[in-house]
């Protein structure tokens, strides 16, 4: 099924508030390397509201989206990381995986790569996606559930067609959102007994709450100024929330960490106000992990250093800290990030997705492509 | 012996290029928190140059000085750490010892403190030094020596009075350069196998190579542009030398790394120059640990964001580090980071040691006080 199509729906942005659901040529692999997959479920982005929103460039008539799974219908001669049939995450990062940055763990800034969305036949939210660089880019989920981790493993679903809604749900979050919160609290070096402080109330920012609860986290403040996500960022751990920005901000956490700061932050949001709130709010000697696309924010070299405060983050190694920890805590179900989705749509509807989730309507908008 | 004594020599800065040794009054406790010590040997350290070089503000009149070991001669009523006769190393960063940034370990950020240098009877390259907040700031070498840790090691000499001029030189330097070149390399997570580009070559850079080496660092890639600093690098375990600065240094270094960059960089310098040099020649998700005072540096957000180079560092906890590892260390005869200093002068000769410091005749000035 698949490989005999040509025409299938692709998501074009032409500008702000303009994205549509158009015919294009199914993906083929341009060289021995790529692979195509069919879309089983895709999903819209925090960041991909950037564009939407007139707030980043994008050029007009680009298939867009960056979050995948989905079953391989066609592999170049060279990939050898999995065959028509298989279940993959589609991790947004594209990387060679084996280059520095990629043997470090850290592929999702490698040189020779890029990320999902933009190229022909490279946009997510559409029927058939191509992969290149498989196999250092996928996850093949169909192989982790044969190897001895899973196979002797009674709360795994052994098939992937087994895998039901919210299994679907989870392992979508696994392409971005998930891996970008476990990315920020390990950034910031979340410890066993930390306070953290999590920026943000999107998807990423939840996710935020519950990697720094996976890691030990004892208090977590969100900031979340909307109750549909406090809830959420309550079930994921939260112990506090702080609807408040700026100063205000600033003095309640403060007081909340008795005039401390916070051991952890993690910056899920990019804007120059929550990185600045961020930084007031650590205490000495502590790392704010970052993971949002940085927009107009300053990084003081001296007001830094003279507290001691590490900086670090980025685009998120998704594919490291899947393959590490987190499919495995998918699959036994001891997470749930896919909660972070509170509408699903179909391709057709994914227009009416932007337009939801641009007016925070919805979280975070999964869309069903296919079935498994 | 000292308490009697009223007053001292100290050195006192006047402006660029003019330091004076002075008769002061012997400092008194003035706190039941404080502690005085007989210094018996201090140093001149190159941030002690940016004032006498003029780039850095700094009053007139004021005492200056910020590394001492020497013994205790008298204790305010609150003070557990010491009494009157142990011996003591004084870091150069006042401490509480109690507030979140010193339960942390990041004593040099405590908001409670300072540092040494500045306020009258302050200044360590004086006869008597005032030591504030005794039990957060001092490391006391006499009773660790009598601690089980030590006190049946016969590769460790049990009286201080027993400590030879090297062993002096070797202490003096956890007061502040060896902590600081350890606390470059720990910020920039120097790992086993690791490559690492040190920028610097002064004592802390050079320090800084040792500090890698300590940590496990496979190559070690020092900027010296001296040959006797360079010699010093090599001993302390440097494997290349790049006599080079700006696009020519990061090309030599890409060069050496096959293209990757470094895994880690300690930039102990803190010229914009040396940090962006630093920057670029830091692989993807790597870590630039900075420990020079930044002067015009500025932080790039988004393209450190991209490339996932964390930035971290500070003043450093040289406590911490002196307790946890360092001393034994030093000790046991692990390391010689006191071979930094490449002469000797008499208290007297202090103005002589900051011209020839500043004329890099010497890389590092020792000032010999008194005796044990």
Redesign the interface.
């Known amino acids: 099924m698949g490989a005999d199509k040509t025409v299938m729906k692709s998501t074009i942005y032409y500008g702000p508030g303009d994205v549509r659901v158009e015919e294009r040529p199914v993906p083929e692999p341009l060289t021995p390397q790529d692979l195509v997959i069919r879309v089983v479920r895709t999903c819209v982005c925090g960041s991909d509201l950037w564009p939407y929103r007139a707030m980043d460039a994008s050029s007009a008539g680009k298939p867009i989206g960056h979050e995948s799974i989905g079953v391989v219908t066609q592999v170049g001669s060279a990939v050898t990381i999995a065959a028509p049939g298989d279940f993959v995450i589609v991790p947004f990062p594209i990387s060679c995986g084996e280059?520095?940055?990629c043997r470090?763990?850290?592929e999702?800034?490698?040189?020779n790569g890029g990320y999902f969305g933009g190229a022909e036949g490279q946009g997510c939210q559409s029927e058939y996606l191509r992969v290149p660089h498989a196999d250092g880019t996928v996850v093949n989920v169909s192989r982790a559930l044969a190897s001895p981790e899973f196979a002797d493993d009674p709360a795994v679903p052994h098939d992937p067609h087994d895998f039901d809604d919210a299994m679907l749900a989870d392992l979508l979050t696994l392409s971005d959102v998930m891996g970008t919160g476990y990315h920020a609290a390990v950034?910031t070096e979340v410890k066993p007994g930390y306070t953290a402080v999590v920026m943000g109330d999107g998807a990423v920012g939840l996710c935020g709450v519950l990697s720094a609860k996976l890691l030990g986290a004892e208090r977590i403040i969100s900031t979340s100024r909307h109750e549909d996500r406090a809830a959420i960022a309550r079930e994921f751990g939260a112990t506090d929330i702080v609807p408040l920005r700026g100063d205000d901000a600033v003095d309640a956490v403060m007081a909340l960490?008795?005039g401390?700061?916070a051991?952890a932050v993690l910056e899920c949001v990019g804007t120059a106000q929550s990185?600045d709130t961020g930084l007031r709010v650590t205490?000495?000697?502590?790392?704010i992990g970052?993971v949002g696309?940085?927009h107009g924010?300053?990084?003081p070299?001296?007001g830094?250093?003279?507290?001691?405060?590490?900086?670090?983050?980025?685009?998120a190694?998704v594919r490291t800290y899947v393959r590490r920890t987190l499919l495995a805590a998918v699959l036994r179900g001891q997470i749930h990030p896919g909660h972070v989705f509170t509408k699903t749509y179909t391709i057709d509807e994914v227009p009416q997705a932007y337009a939801d989730m641009d007016a925070r309507r919805v979280i975070k908008a999964l869309v069903r492509v296919s079935e498994v």
Chains 1, 2 share one sequence.
């Open positions: 280059c520095a940055a470090a763990g850290f999702s800034s490698c040189p950034s960490t008795n401390d700061g051991d990185f205490r000495p000697g502590a790392v970052r696309l940085p924010v300053t990084v070299a001296e830094t250093f003279y507290r001691n405060i590490g900086i670090k983050g980025g685009p190694p």
